[in-house]
């Protein structure tokens, strides 16, 4: 069964770039696509993007001219960069691993628990 | 973006109940769409995909239909576990996007 979970800074500053990490066990990284979802407090689900192990990526266009996801297989980790952060970056983000089922479903299979962030000086 | 309504917003039932929740999108998305559940301070579960594939694990009380723009989540029989807020999510075309959340508590 993998297991995914959220590391980094808990408390970014305006204007600087929030970096996360998402670390995977129990599991393989060369295979499926890796997601990050956000959700602000009290708010609804944000789909930020995603990398496939291969390192294509797809991004949100809210968010696109700002963010960077990556893969490191040899650390079996994916990566979330944003940058020029404001206070509505505020959120609880969350990675997770997409897997394709026949039909072209991509099913949100497996998620981390989820890290908050908050974006204030 | 494709746009998705649920309704209703919030909804207050019982333990034993069957609950509906209404999922509309903006434009078509075929089958394309899934369900999750939410509890608070945690992570979304994957209940349903494909409209009305039950993921692996989930209890066989809930169930999805639909298709196009018109899509329901039923829970059958309401259990204590099942209070949470429930989010449609389509995945037809990017960005994929999920409805504004149904929050289902205790009557």
């Known amino acids: 069964q993998v297991q995914l979970q959220e590391l980094g800074p808990r408390l970014v500053k305006p204007s600087e770039t929030l970096s996360l990490t998402c670390a995977v066990s129990g599991g393989s990284i060369n295979s499926d696509y890796w997601t990050w979802v956000r959700q602000p407090p009290g708010k609804g689900l944000e789909w930020i993007g995603y990398?496939?192990?291969?390192?294509?990526?797809t991004y949100n266009p809210s968010v696109e001219s700002r963010v960077t996801i990556s893969v490191d297989m040899s650390k079996t980790q994916f990566s979330l960069k944003l940058a020029s952060v404001t206070a509505a970056d505020t959120a609880l983000y969350f990675c997770a691993r997409v897997r394709e089922q026949p039909g072209g479903h991509a099913v949100f299979d497996s998620w981390g628990q989820g890290i908050l962030v908050t974006v204030s000086a | 973006d494709i746009q998705l309504t649920q309704s209703p917003s919030s909804l207050s039932a019982s333990v034993g109940d069957r609950v509906t929740i209404t999922c509309r999108a903006s434009?078509?998305?075929?089958?394309?769409l899934a369900w999750f559940q939410q509890k608070p301070g945690k992570a979304p579960k994957s209940l349903i995909y494909?409209?009305?594939t039950l993921q692996s694990g989930v209890p066989s009380r809930f169930s999805g239909s639909g298709s196009g723009t018109d899509f329901t989540l039923t829970i059958s029989s309401l259990q204590p576990e099942d209070f949470a807020t429930y989010y449609c999510?389509?995945?037809?075309?990017?960005?994929?996007?999920f409805g504004q959340g149904t929050n289902l508590e205790f009557k």
């Open positions: 990398v496939f192990y291969r390192g294509i990526t």
């Open positions: 434009q078509a998305v075929n089958h394309y």
């Open positions: 494909g409209a009305s």
């Open positions: 999510q389509q995945y037809r075309s990017f960005p994929y996007t």
